[in-house]
């Protein structure tokens, strides 16, 4: 049976055609476990239960994912797909901190968990070994090992260690080891910290960030710690790219705005050739909408689309695009 009844909570041990949703009312009661075991499960729609947990193993989930409690997915064994986002009142933790290498850089099809779609936390967020195809909103959130294509935007705390970002917006930020932003968009109340990364055998790394599109087509999607060191003209530095100003912040006083010193990214005092820049933010902008609209084009229209931006992809891009459009 596809969909049982084990004590105090619901098994799902095979694919589904359809939605996986609480039949009674005792069900809304009830977390679930995923057990993909020897085979690959594949929900065709979407998922709602009081808590998820997701064993090793390939999980494919083609719509939007839901929970009032933690969602943890166990590991690195196999691949976790959501094609529709994720959303929880409470937390979400996916796979567990490996050793950095070269994690991610040409080939994300490596990854632990790959997320089409936003994902929305109510309290924390920890990814290991992900790629999300859209942003992220929580209160705290660690990312590790990770690409996220769109922005981060955390209440209160964020780590972003060995991975690359679209852009942040934080109270407090920190960047631990090599990480590299796809966009100079930033910006947190405390100024950023740069910290060196330990790694899981223990070395340690020295903390740099890096724009993506000026050293886009020389790197894959991750800056490696070799690499690192051959693009020092893509380098931000702390003392230089971020500048503290009096701005409006998210909060209301009595409906009116309220305006503190805040730590934004600026590239206004550099010399250089931003026709390069923005050609590279523009063909990464090009990439989500394509992935983002594909699911609604006609077969023709899907392989006139792909056939139009594929020459302009760099290896990583091309891998990322053709996770998410199936």
Known sequence: MTLSEVADR???????????????????????????????ITVHGSIYARAIDIEPGNV?????????????????????????????????VIGQKNQSANQLVHNCNECRGLIKGDI???????????????????????????IILGTVHCEDHLTIQMS??????????????????????????????FLPYEDSDGSIISASLHLYSAARGTCGMRMTTDLAKQHTLSILYPDVDWINVHAQTNETSD???????????????????????????????????IGFEFSHYSPEVKRQQLDKIRPQLTEGERAILDSVCI
């Open 120 to 146: 929305v936390s109510n309290q924390s967020i920890v990814l290991n070994n992900c790629v999300v195809f859209g942003s992220i909103k929580a209160v705290n959130c660690t990312i590790t090992n990770s």
């Open 164 to 193: 690359s970002l679209g852009g942040y917006v934080s109270r407090e930020v920190n960047f631990e080891g090599v990480n590299m932003l796809f966009n100079a968009l930033g910006e947190s109340r405390n100024r950023p910290n």
């Open 10 to 40: 619901l098994i799902l041990n095979g694919s589904v055609e359809g939605n996986v949703f609480p039949k009674e009312e005792r069900d809304v009661l009830f977390p679930l476990t995923i057990k993909p075991e020897a085979q690959d």
């Open 60 to 92: 494919l989930v083609h719509g939007p994912i839901a929970s009032r409690g933690d969602i943890l997915v166990h590991q690195n064994a196999g691949r976790f797909q959501a094609m529709g986002g994720i959303t929880t009142l409470s937390g979400l």
């Open 255 to 289: 409906q009116d705005p309220v305006y503190a010193d805040t730590w934004v990214l600026s590239l206004g005092g550099r010399i250089a050739d931003y026709s390069k820049l923005s050609d590279a933010t523009n063909t990464l902008s090009e990439l989500l909408r």
